[in-house]
């Protein structure tokens, strides 16, 4: 069975940092592209960042560019968003999806399209001073 597990949120202050870490259980995450979205309270679940399993593609959404990193460890089976500079409006739940053949395309991915592989269940991301 495809899991994935989000963790690493947390309350940091305004212009801290948190590196979450999505970690892939029943799988290998090396076939994979791994999505990372947020949902806030009362909002809508958007996509934050993307990496193709090959690493060559890699998308990020205009609100985090140069704040955010997605990297992966294939030898940890884990995926990271480093997140820098946080701002009130990064609270949110972050979530990691794993997508792969025409979903692993990030710009298929970032839409979440019903049949994605795995979802984690999510880590809650509280930036307040």
């Known amino acids: 069975q495809l899991q994935l597990a989000e963790s690493g949120g947390g309350l940091v202050q305004p212009g801290g940092s948190l590196r979450l870490s999505c970690a892939a259980s029943g799988f290998t995450l090396d076939d994979y592209s791994i999505g990372w979205f947020r949902q806030a309270p009362g909002k809508e679940r958007v996509a934050v960042s993307c990496?193709?399993?090959?690493?060559?593609?890699?998308y990020y959404a205009d609100s985090v560019k140069g704040r955010f990193t997605i990297s992966r460890d294939n030898a940890k089976n884990t995926v990271y968003l480093q997140m820098n500079g946080l701002k009130p409006e990064d609270t949110a739940v972050y979530y990691c999806?794993?997508?792969?053949?025409?979903?692993?395309?990030?710009?298929?991915?970032?839409?979440?399209?019903?049949?994605?592989?795995?979802w984690g269940q999510g880590t809650l991301v509280t930036v307040s001073s």
């Open positions: 999806a794993a997508a792969t053949g025409l979903y692993g395309r990030c710009g298929v991915l970032i839409k979440a399209p019903p049949g994605l592989d795995a």
């Open positions: 990496m193709t399993s090959s690493g060559d593609n890699i």
